[in-house]
C-alpha cells in the first residue's frame, strides 16, 4: 500500500461519519438564512455561515450552495472537490457559486481580474493555517507589505544565483533515486515501482536539505517517512477548514486529531529536533533557508523570531515537495501511457547530451523544449494544487469604486476564486483537454494556452518555487531518460493511478492521472518497471558496476 496512504484510507473511514454530520447541520445553517442582513452577520461569517451574498439569479448553483458553507466541505472531505467544482461549471456556466458569499469563476479574465489586483487580498481563511505565529510566514500574510517582504526574503533562498550554488545537492538527491531505480530493475522479473512514493520521498530529502539544511533520508530509510503522512493529514484537515472554519469551533478537529495523535507527536518531536540541530549551527555553515532568515531585519518587526522559521520551514516541507512530487508522478504516468510522447522525449533527451553527466541546468537543458511542454502539459491536466485558492477584497480598501471581476459586480466580504482545474479543462482554453498533448505548448496558439495555465498562479502572490520545481522536475525526467527504459507494470498494478470506467464524480477517465484534493493534491502510482539502457547506469555510483545486467 505504501506509508503515504495511511492518513488516506483513515480520512475515507471518516467520510460517511462526517458527510451525514455535515447534511444535518446544513439544514440548521440554512434555516437561519434570514439573519443575512443583521449585524451579527459579519461575526458568523468567520465561523461558515452565511453572509449577505451576490444574487442567486446572476449567479447560479446547487441549492445547497447558495444556504450554506457545507456544500464544498463536503467534497473537501471525499477530497473530490475540484472534480465537483469543474462539473458544476459544466452545468452552470463560467461563474457559479460554491457556498453563500463564495464566486467561483472559470475564465482566464477573472484570474487576471483577481490575482493582478490590487484591491484583493489572500482570504482571512488562510489565517486558519496559521493562528498563533506572531510573524507570519508567505503562505498566511495577507497584508500585502508584510507579504511583500516575506516573498522577497523567500526569493532570496531560491534565486537563480542561489539554485546555481545549491544545484549539486538537488543532483546528489537524484543520484540516490536514480541509484533506487536501477536497483528495482536487477534479477529477472524488475519491480514495479510506485513512482508517487518515490518522487515525494526524492522531493522531500531534496526540500528538506534546502529548509534546514538536514538529510531525512526518505529514499533510502523508512525510519522518517511517517512525516508524510503527518503532513498529509495536515493539508487535509486545513483544507476542510477552509471551506467551513465553523468546524473549528465545533472541535471537529480535536477529534480528528486524537486518531492522528502518534503521528503527530513523532512529527513534532522530529521536526524540533532538527530545528534545534541547525539553530546550534552557524547561521552561514549550510545553505537553506535558515542562512537567509537568521537575523534578517523586516519593516514590521525587528526581528523575524524561531516561530517564524519554524512555520517558514514547514510550510517550505510541504509546498516544495507536494508540488514537484506530483508534477513528476502525473509526467511519469502520463510518458508510460503514450508511446508516441514518451519516444518524442527520449530522443530529444538522448540525442542532445552525450552522457549523463552533462545533464545540469544550463542553455543545453533549456532548448529541451519538448521536455518542459510534457511537463506543462501534466502540471496543465493534473495540477500540484488543484483547488480553488480563496482570495477577498481588501477590508480597508479605499477605492470608491465597484469591485469588478470578469464584468461581474462583486459585493464586499465575498470569497472570489478561479479553480485551477477546472480552467485547466475549459475547452475554450484546452480543446480536448483530457488528452495528453505536449505539442499544444509549441504552437503559435500556445499564447491563449499560456494565459489560462495557472499551476504557479500569477501576480505579486505566485508561486516563488516555480524556478526550483521546473529545474528539479526537468533534471529527474531527463536524467530518468537518458539512463533507463520504463513502462507500466501488468496486471492491476498497473491500473493503479488510472481513472475507472464508471466511476462516479469525473474519476471515469482511464487517461487522466487521479489526483485527490487536500488543498495541494495527493496521489497514488503510477506503478513502472524499468530497464537500464546498456552500460550506461555504471555512470550512477563506481560501488554498482558489480551489479550483473
Known amino acids: 500500500m505504501g506509508g503515504i496512504r495511511a492518513p488516506s484510507l483513515a480520512i475515507i473511514a471518516l467520510t460517511d461519519t462526517l458527510s451525514g454530520y455535515l447534511v444535518n447541520v446544513s439544514f440548521i445553517i440554512a434555516a437561519c438564512s434570514n439573519w443575512a442582513n443583521s449585524p451579527e452577520v459579519t461575526v458568523l461569517s468567520c465561523a461558515g455561515l452565511p453572509t449577505p451574498a451576490p444574487s442567486s439569479e446572476e449567479f447560479p448553483g446547487p441549492l445547497i450552495a447558495r444556504l450554506s458553507d457545507f456544500y464544498g466541505t463536503f467534497f473537501a472531505i471525499r477530497r473530490d472537490l475540484h472534480l465537483i467544482t469543474l462539473r458544476d461549471h459544466q452545468k452552470y456556466g463560467p461563474v457559479i457559486r460554491q457556498g453563500p458569499n463564495k464566486l467561483v469563476f472559470n475564465s482566464v479574465g477573472a484570474f487576471r481580474d483577481i490575482h ?66 536501477l536497483l528495482s530493475s536487477q534479477g529477472l522479473e524488475p519491480e514495479a515501482l510506485n513512482m508517487s512514493e518515490r518522487c515525494r520521498y526524492l522531493s522531500f ?29 495536515l493539508s487535509w484537515h486545513a483544507n476542510v477548514l477552509f471551506q467551513l472554519p465553523l468546524l473549528s469551533w465545533l472541535r471537529t478537529g480535536m477529534i480528528l486529531n486524537i486518531l492522528f495523535f502518534r503521528i503527530q507527536m513523532d512529527t513534532y518531536r522530529l521536526l524540533e529536533a532538527v530545528i534545534k540541530q541547525r539553530l546550534g549551527q552557524g547561521k552561514d555553515e549550510v545553505h537553506d533557508l535558515y542562512s537567509y532568515v537568521a537575523d534578517s531585519p523586516q519593516p514590521d518587526t ?49 540525442s542532445t547530451f552525450n552522457s549523463g553527466s552533462e545533464i545540469r541546468s544550463g542553455p543545453t537543458l533549456a532548448k529541451c523544449h519538448y521536455l518542459r511542454a510534457c511537463i506543462d502539459e501534466a502540471l496543465r491536466m493534473s495540477p500540484p494544487a488543484p483547488g480553488t485558492l480563496w482570495r477577498e477584497q481588501y477590508p480597508d480598501d479605499k477605492n470608491s469604486g465597484p469591485l469588478i471581476i470578469d464584468g461581474h459586480l462583486i459585493p464586499r466580504k465575498t470569497q472570489v476564486g478561479v479553480n485551477i482545474y477546472a480552467l485547466h479543462h475549459n475547452e475554450e482554453y484546452f480543446p480536448d483537454s483530457f488528452s495528453y498533448k505536449p505539442e499544444r505548448w509549441l504552437t503559435p496558439a500556445g499564447t491563449q494556452t499560456n494565459d489560462a495555465f495557472a499551476a504557479f498562479l500569477t501576480g505579486p502572490r505566485g508561486c516563488a518555487g516555480k524556478a526550483m520545481a521546473y529545474l528539479e522536475a526537468s533534471l529527474v525526467l531527463a536524467k530518468t531518460l537518458w539512463y533507463f527504459d520504463f513502462e507500466p507494470a501488468s496486471g492491476e498494478l498497473g491500473k493503479i493511478g488510472m481513472g475507472k470506467n464508471g466511476s462516479r464524480r469525473g474519476r471515469n477517465r482511464e487517461s487522466e492521472f487521479q489526483i485527490y484534493d487536500i488543498f495541494t493534491a495527493t496521489s497514488d502510482g503510477p506503478y513502472l518497471k524499468f530497464r537500464p539502457r546498456g552500460y550506461y547506469w555504471k555512470d550512477l555510483d563506481e560501488d554498482m558496476q558489480n551489479i550483473s545486467e
Open 205 to 233: 530529502d531534496i526540500v528538506g536539505l534546502l529548509s534546514f539544511g538536514h538529510e531525512f533520508h526518505l529514499q533510502t530509510s523508512s525510519k522518517n517517512r511517517f512525516i508524510l503522512q503527518s503532513i498529509e493529514y
Open 302 to 350: 525587528e526581528n523575524l523570531d524561531q516561530s517564524y522559521f519554524r512555520s517558514e520551514a514547514s510550510f517550505f516541507l510541504q509546498a516544495g515537495s507536494d508540488t514537484t512530487s506530483t508534477c513528476l508522478s502525473a509526467t511519469f504516468f502520463y510518458l508510460s501511457r503514450d508511446k508516441r510522447c514518451y519516444e518524442e522525449l527520449g530522443r530529444e533527451i538522448r
Open 116 to 181: 493582478q489586483n490590487e484591491r484583493i487580498t489572500k482570504s482571512h481563511l488562510y489565517l486558519l493555517g496559521d493562528p498563533s505565529i506572531r510573524n507570519k510566514g508567505v503562505f498566511t500574510a495577507i497584508d500585502r507589505d508584510v507579504h511583500r517582504s516575506r516573498r522577497k526574503l523567500i526569493g532570496q533562498v531560491i534565486s537563480e544565483r542561489s539554485m546555481r550554488n545549491f544545484e549539486p545537492t538537488m543532483t546528489a538527491q537524484i543520484d540516490i533515486f536514480l541509484r533506487q531505480v
